[in-house]
């Protein structure tokens, strides 16, 4: 959580807010108490990896840092239980001395564990879900102070909104994940042609247990990446401060590409050129490691993001297109695009929700304005039936949501009856869910 002269802001920085009061409960007791006290609009930021301003207030904003840490495992069940805010660098190796680990995760691992579930956050592959859908019980402190504990077998209702709540439904202190043996994985990079990776497409996904592909829209190349199983001999794991201290390691490679993106703005007869040296150096060696290793990468270079889960049988179209109007608009970003796959699942506001989907993800150097690349994205995004990613930027209005969602007043219901006079909302989410 970024606090300075009394303004929290986002780890992009692009949502600032200055709330009345930051509190930082020690314990459950003294966050209850803080809630059903609190002044004005109540909200969690975690380590802030949002995008969008679900996180700011003029009110209240509780610091969890005392919520973090390794709770139990439970073998039969297959269940780890964590403090809610524990970031997920150390989550895995947490599971790992166990001998578990999650059966997946995204790209980056700076976020809480409460952070990723209340937004519907994910990795890829086709039979495996977005972290919300793992989730095996939860426990809630309410906007009385009131705390329960929510699963498939208590509190039912609450638990299916609850997966990804945004933070609406109160503030979770603890959260059990389904968990498996722990596992190692290899990764492969490689280039493909745009026409390959199309051409090849349903395959690279269905013979995989993980696939996504990179694609700066100026190059000739798309960087594909593949993780599988292996019983191939792998280091020893990284320790939990080795996790933390190699996701903040601002390496050569990475000062290179920030370098890049703050020149590009000025200078946008580069765009070509750097798009393809790009994706002519950007894939790395092939490697074996622990499952928890593998999964998140390094994300030094601060950006903002959108991203839409689209019917996973209309992926490609939307793709294409959105490469093709960056192209015809000459539209200046230093990123790729990025296209990844998930399973449905039964939470009701997650993108995924009784829909396997392609996700399509466009990013924006942190000091360029997002404006025209979104813009013209969120609209090919809309014509696709898109849902977007809760934590990353997007326009949608309630007429739109309720529209894709199909759980939505449902939803909409279950927040009201805990949260009659709204102590979670903020102006963004009362536009949206009040």
Known sequence: MKIVGGKWSNW??????????????????????????AEGTVRVPGSGHSFTPICESDGTIVDLAAFTGFKKVDGEKQTGTFAAATPLWAVGPALHVKGFGLKNMGDID?????????????????????????????????????????????????????????????????????????????????LLSPKEVFSQLDTLIASNRHFEFFWFPYADNCI????????????????????????????????????????????????????????????????VRWSHELFPSPRTTRFNEMEYAVPVEKGPDCIREIAQTIRKKRINTGFPIEYRTVAADDVWLS?????????????????????????????????????????????????????????????????????PKGKFLNSHLRAIFG
């Open 12 to 37: 992009s920085g692009g949502v600032v807010c200055k709330p009345k009061q930051i509190v930082a409960p020690k314990n459950e007791v003294g966050l209850a108490a803080a809630v059903r006290t």
């Open 110 to 190: 700076r976020q809480t564990l409460a952070g990723v579930v209340n937004t519907g956050t994910h990795g890829t592959g086709p039979t495996l879900g977005n972290f919300s859908s793992e989730v095996a019980g939860f426990r809630l402190v309410q906007a009385t102070g009131e705390v329960i504990d929510c699963s498939p077998d208590a509190h039912e209702e609450i638990f299916r909104a609850g997966r990804t709540s945004l933070g609406m439904l109160g503030v979770m202190t603890e959260i059990a994940m389904n968990v498996r043996p722990a596992y190692k994985l290899v990764e492969k990079n490689f």
């Open 224 to 287: 594909c990446k593949s993780l599988n199983e292996t019983d191939r001999e792998a280091p020893a794991p990284r320790s939990t401060e080795a996790m933390y201290q190699r996701g903040e390691e601002h390496g050569s490679d990475a000062r290179t590409f920030e370098l890049i993106n703050e020149v590009l703005p000025y200078a946008p007869f580069l765009l070509k050129p750097a798009h393809r040296m790009f994706s002519r150096f950007m894939p790395g060696p092939d490697r």
């Open 351 to 419: 993108p995924f929700y009784q829909r396997a989907s392609a996700t399509i993800a466009v990013h924006q150097y942190h000091r360029v304005d997002t404006a025209e690349l979104f813009g013209a994205c969120e609209a090919i995004f809309r014509r696709y039936e898109g849902r977007p990613h809760w934590g990353k930027r997007h326009t949608r209005t309630a007429q739109d949501v309720a529209a894709v969602y199909p759980k939505f007043d449902q939803f909409r219901s279950v927040r009201r009856a805990l949260d």
